[in-house]
């Protein structure tokens, strides 16, 4: 009886003190904290500026695409600061409080004394000024949003899914999604990026889904990217001239996957730095008809031809797929899922391995 | 000749301490921080989700019309919470770091204990889905708000001003303004601030500029608004139906200003809560054909109508003209300003008199 008495303590113990744990965080310590514009282009228009007629464009600027950052520095911090862009429809919500309310990777990395820089890539979020023209229509879009992010397949959620299945959350989830205020463009947002490396100096370039093109572009224009992290890239996976693989087939709703080709002297640079690549579970083994994870297995099978390619020439690229080493239900928001500190910890363990935590 | 270089010595110390006292700021200590979005509208497509035909818009929802909140709770943090509302092309970029990179109202008012939220209103910034329709347009316009924004006449700045006058800070400056994403609408923005405070209980709201009719009528819909403070307000000042004052004619660009009329029952709300107003520096006395000197007179004047109109109904209600007490030269952004820590005391003063800072 005794026994069986200190055995339920045990047990209520250790289902009691991971939850109290998350509740009470100690307060973090941060040296320093703030927000700046980066790279971007200036346009003026021909004429010269009327202070009586102010409100005609003659002889005005116009500054735009330009990237937004809000940066923190812990106490004793890391050398290397790790820097943050979003995806497609996202701004730096994204890395922030996840949909139920836990932290996201910002706090977390920032506990574990990373320097953290989050971004707004140009044409998206508080970088809304844009050189080219947007019209932006409301969308009935969210159960779309909701399949081809994996969460499950609308509206069943997938038994295993790592996200939270109440209203509130999913609400949260469909309103931080943000829209473009100009053209998605690539090398407008590596151009940024760049830019922002030259101001704070070596860093290492963490990206999310469509942010993985832009990644792959700024570690090649700057050297000051000392490592890529990329979680859940799918299209723009850069291959040397002479070397692109054929199109991927999908039954995912954006068709077939294709690489691109560029210059080899570009393609090496991608091999002189370490790269790590996440895809999350429901990502289909086979071709199948059920579109979100087929359109996932594509992604998941190029960046496993790219990686091969960058390895073959001299790089270190790993690929890892997270139900492989035991991470099951994980979406296209690995880094916010329920177990978003187990995603920090293999990242965690990465950096470690290639000496980017010191 | 000891005393002198005593003299000396006191003296390069004065000038040296508060330099000094910036650069090197103690670490901020966070007991929390994040972000959610708040409020919002919600849509649903007519018709039945097909989850074969994914891109169709058929019983698809849109959210949209939330704000964006990012707060930072301090280590024995103060009662009420500081909410703050951004201007006209502004998101919450506004209160963050200054152009020339020292700290704003956000980091400042964290050093005094209050728990700080900064929004991103609904259809700007991080809360970008908007249920109407927009188009945005880059437009050459730089130079008008400069001088709207009283830095100066363009090319001129005035000769007191607080801002400063290199060109990086400029660009900074330009480049932290960022678009609607769809109509502004400050029934939507104050129905979303509303929301705010219902979920963080009782705080003191403090607005920008276009952010003052928002805020009034936020104070208006939600008693767990304490007070208000406010930045150079210009449009949108309520009065009760049969007080409203003529018209102020103005050489602004914007034309002659008026009030607008709300009933009773709703003015009176106004006059339950301690509110303060404060205007800068460049502000016309008399009528003058220097447009943006005009324009903020008749902002300043009718701010003055609207007090004594509160104040006749019981309310409390100061307006502050920072000149006259003598702080010179600041802009359309004294929170911003070369002086904001002297606008920052200014508003603990307050803040302290009216019992807010427990």
Chains 1, 2 share one sequence.
Do not use: C
Request: aromatic content about 12%.
């Amino acid at each position: 009886m005794k026994i069986q008495t200190g055995y339920l303590l045990t047990l209520l113990l250790v289902i009691w003190m991971p939850v109290n744990a998350q509740n009470k965080q100690k307060p973090l310590v941060i040296e320093q904290q703030g927000s700046f514009a980066v790279g971007g282009t200036k346009a003026t228009e021909s004429g010269s500026f009327d202070l009586d007629s102010a409100l005609k464009p003659q002889g005005q600027t116009f500054h735009g695409d330009h990237a937004y950052a809000f940066y923190q520095i812990p106490v004793k911090a890391r050398k290397y600061p790790l820097v943050f862009l979003h995806g497609a429809g996202q701004s730096k919500k994204t890395w922030e409080t996840t949909p139920d309310g836990r932290e996201g990777f910002q706090n977390i990395f920032l506990r574990r004394k990373f320097p953290v820089y989050l971004l707004d890539q140009p044409r998206r979020g508080e970088a809304g000024k844009s050189s080219v023209a947007a019209t932006i229509n409301p969308t009935a879009d969210e159960q779309f949003w909701f399949t081809q992010f994996r969460i499950g397949n609308y509206p069943e959620y997938f038994p295993d899914v790592q996200f939270p299945k109440d209203a509130a959350s999913l609400e949260q989830f469909y309103r931080q999604m943000t829209p473009n205020t100009g053209a998605f463009d690539g090398n407008v947002i590596s151009d940024a990026i760049s830019q922002l490396f030259n101001k704070i100096g070596e860093g290492i370039l963490i990206t999310h889904s469509q942010g993985g093109g832009p990644g792959w572009s700024t570690a090649i224009k700057n050297d000051k990217v000392k490592a890529v992290v990329a979680y859940e890239p799918y299209s723009s996976f850069l291959f040397p001239e002479g070397e692109l693989p054929p199109p991927i087939k999908s039954a995912g709703l954006f068709g077939e996957l294709k690489g691109t080709e560029i210059p080899l002297s570009d393609f090496n640079k991608l091999t002189k730095i370490p790269i790590v690549i996440y895809y999350g579970d429901n990502i289909a083994k086979d071709p199948t008809k059920i579109w979100n994870k087929d359109h996932w297995r594509s992604g998941l099978e190029m960046a496993k031809i790219w990686a091969a390619t960058i390895n073959k020439h001299g790089g270190d690229v790993t690929v890892i797929h997270l139900p492989e080493i035991g991470m099951k239900g994980n979406t296209h928001f690995p880094f916010s899922d329920l177990n978003n500190i187990q995603v920090a910890d293999q990242l965690s363990k990465w950096l470690k391995e290639k000496g980017l935590d010191k």
